[in-house]
């Protein structure tokens, strides 16, 4: 493989870790706020945020995208190709997380949000000292589990021109004749990408172990 082709494949790599690192960041945070809703069974949206994840998790990544990116010009909202992508990837992240986190919060012992209640103690105190910590621990496996397939669903975001890794791989294959250096190269960067995040977890988890 040449030295060019090398470069092209680099930057379909950045492209790659750009919109998954967004989509993570977005994602995550508000799959945990949807969970919490889910949590507190606030009667009217409650059902809204039910349908919205269950349907957001029945439909494929590719269909989504193009759905994002095709369909939200005709109501007015043009948006780049990179913004589409992260948008997306996001979406699904934040309905796949909400079901991470909410399992957590099913399995959080309830009486001990109860008891800081009775002590009076306020509510974003009671989350973020006593909640958060105890199901941070239990969804971390989980959560690393969804980054890492978020990672390797980011080629969906291929179908709306974004020159990401994979793409970037088919495009040498296409111009060299002989595609496998570059999927070997890919596959390489792919694995090196994701046991960085579970080499995070990892460490993580002993910290939380060390700290209980």
Same mark, same amino acid.
């Given at each position: 493989m040449t030295y060019p082709a090398f470069l092209t494949l680099l930057w379909g790599a950045a492209n790659t870790i750009g919109v998954s690192l967004l989509a993570i960041a977005i994602g995550t945070p508000l799959g945990l706020v949807l969970a919490l809703i889910r949590w507190r069974r606030l009667r009217l949206i409650d059902p809204v945020v039910a349908a919205l994840v269950s349907l957001l998790r029945a439909t494929p990544a590719v269909t989504l995208v193009l759905l994002v990116y095709f369909a939200l010009p005709t109501i007015g909202l043009e948006i780049p190709r990179f913004a589409a992508a992260v948008a997306t990837l996001a979406l699904g992240s934040m309905a796949y997380n909400c079901e991470i986190w909410r399992g957590a919060l099913l399995a959080f012992p309830r009486d001990q949000y109860e008891a800081a209640l009775?002590?009076?103690?306020?509510?974003?105190?009671?989350?973020?000292?006593?909640?958060? =910590?105890?199901?941070?621990?239990?969804?971390?496996?989980?959560?690393?589990?969804?980054?890492?397939?978020?990672?390797?669903?980011?080629?969906?975001?291929?179908?709306?021109?974004?020159?990401?890794?994979?793409?970037?791989?088919?495009?040498?294959?296409?111009?060299?004749?002989? =595609?496998?250096?570059?999927?070997?190269?890919c596959l390489v960067i792919y694995v090196a990408v994701i046991g960085c995040f579970v080499l995070v977890q990892r460490r993580l988890e002993r910290r939380i172990a060390d700290a209980a």
């Open positions: 009775a002590f009076g103690m306020p509510g974003a105190l009671r989350l973020r000292l006593i909640v958060l =910590p105890q199901i941070v621990r239990a969804a971390l496996p989980a959560l690393v589990n969804e980054m890492t397939l978020l990672i390797k669903v980011s080629p969906a975001v291929a179908v709306i021109g974004v020159v990401e890794m994979t793409r970037a791989a088919v495009r040498i294959g296409a111009v060299t004749y002989d =595609p496998v250096p570059a999927f070997l190269v």
